[in-house]
Nanobody
């Protein structure tokens, strides 16, 4: 079991930056594949970025490549999402997620943090 708590959301103008954090507790943080998802009003939840457990390989939604960076600090049990050059279409609730093996769906979720980008 792992518990996830996001923070760092807020209101920012177009072109601004935010850094989201996700603090994990419970089982060893480094054992999990971690990811960020988001859900905008009236839309389905979508994948934003993920980082693999052992080699730190990353993958991103095409529309955030070059603007967002996912990273983690195993010593602090914390996952990050650095978001630069934010756009109004990035407005959403952002969720941290975890899973223990690549073969399954993400099965641990945080409560979400709101990101609003004003034009």
């Amino acid at each position: 079991q792992v518990q996830l708590v996001e923070s760092g959301g807020g209101l920012v103008q177009t072109g601004g930056s935010l850094r989201l954090s996700c603090l994990a507790s419970g089982r060893t943080f480094r054992d999990y594949m971690m990811a960020w998802f988001r859900q905008a009003p009236g839309k389905k939840r979508e994948f934003v970025a993920r980082i693999r457990r052992f080699d730190g390989d990353t993958s991103y939604l095409e529309s955030v490549k070059g603007r967002f960076t996912i990273s983690k600090d195993n010593a602090k049990n914390t996952l990050y999402l650095q978001m630069n050059n934010l756009k109004p279409e990035d407005t959403a609730v952002y969720y941290c997620a975890a899973k223990s093996t690549p073969e399954i769906d993400y099965n641990y979720w945080g409560q979400g943090t709101q990101v609003t980008v004003s034009s």
